[in-house]
């Protein structure tokens, strides 16, 4: 079984800064993106971030910026660093990661954190 289990989420003014992690474990045989997606009350789940097993990034043009997304391979774990922050990026900031849990495994699944709370208000 695989788990993501997040952190780093709170309350925060705007302006300021917050950097959240997610950290994967279990019976995992690779990782091949990891990825961070929010929620705010309303509206739809929205891709934020995603860092594949090569190092490339992808961002939502409303983080572009002031968000970066980085991955410790070694750990497992993808982290999201969010500077600037603003009131839009009130949300449940949730993990995702896709991976194979065997060799022979084709296609990756995907892999759900809890969601962790960011608020930004004064």
């Known amino acids: 079984q695989v788990q993501l289990v997040e952190s780093g989420g709170g309350l925060v003014q705007p302006g300021g800064s917050l950097r959240l992690s997610c950290a994967a474990s279990?019976?995992?045989?690779?990782?091949?993106?990891m990825s961070w997606y929010r929620q705010a009350p309303g509206k739809q789940r929205e891709l934020v971030a995603t860092?594949?097993?090569?190092?490339?990034?992808n961002y939502a043009d409303s983080v572009k910026g002031r968000f970066t997304i980085s991955r410790d391979y070694a750990k497992a774990t993808v982290y999201l660093q969010m500077d600037s922050l603003k009131p839009e990026d009130t949300a449940v900031y949730y993990c995702?990661?896709?991976?194979?849990?065997?060799?022979?495994?084709?296609?990756?699944?995907?892999?759900w954190g809890q969601g962790t709370q960011v608020t930004v208000s004064s």
């Open positions: 860092a594949t097993s090569d190092d490339r990034t």
């Open positions: 995702n990661a896709q991976i194979t849990t065997k060799a022979i495994q084709i296609w990756t699944d995907d892999y």
């Open positions: 279990g019976t995992i045989f690779s990782i091949y993106a």
